[in-house]
């Protein structure tokens, strides 16, 4: 493990992490494999805001955008199967067809979001995120609303949109 995944590694243990996971951390031998660990660990990862953004981009840099992830980044047409946008992003997403998609809006991300035809989305957003999303179709989107974080939505023809606020900040 190189110098950058050491510091990684010590973060993480500062923020918590189980001995199981830490392992994991420990044994990666590329960004790609600690980009995966994240996307699994996207629970803590949010929860905990671990990495931090600085350090997430000083780890992941241009290969962020190839795992679906965005921090402060100003996103025209976004789609994929795992979707996260973090500090101050912007992104218009669509999702469409038979399609299963994970998004997570965090910090003071905005979000136009529209699913299509017989789509489904699970969306967790969380702190200050604005998002603003249309269904169609058949379409199915599950909204969990954390901390400030602000929903409007409007859902057409037979989609389903449904929100359930947490009232609590994370997980």
């Avoid at 990666?28 to 994240?38: A, K, M, N, P």
């Avoid at 992941?60 to 921090?71: A, D």
């Avoid at 529209?114 to 603003?132: E, M």
């Amino acid at each position: 493990m190189d110098k950058l995944g050491q510091y990684i590694l010590k973060k993480a243990k500062i923020a918590g992490i189980c001995d199981e996971w830490a392992g994991l951390v420990g044994s990666t031998d590329s960004v790609d494999e600690l980009l995966q660990l994240y996307k699994k660990g996207i629970d803590f990862c949010l929860e905990k805001n671990f990495p931090s953004n600085k350090d997430l981009l000083r780890l992941g840099g241009n290969r962020l955008t190839l795992h679906g992830i965005y921090i402060d980044k100003d996103v025209t047409a976004c789609k994929g199967d795992f979707i996260v946008l973090l500090g101050g992003s912007s992104a218009k997403v669509e999702i469409d067809g038979y399609e299963a998609s994970q998004l997570f809006v965090k910090h003071s991300s905005k979000a136009k979001i529209s699913v299509y035809d017989n789509a489904f989305v699970v969306i967790d957003c969380f702190d200050n995120a604005v998002l603003d999303i249309t269904a169609s179709g058949n379409s199915k989107v599950m909204v969990n609303v954390y901390q400030y974080a602000q929903v409007t939505h409007n859902a057409k023809d037979n989609s389903i949109i449904k929100v359930v606020h947490k009232n609590k900040k994370s997980y």
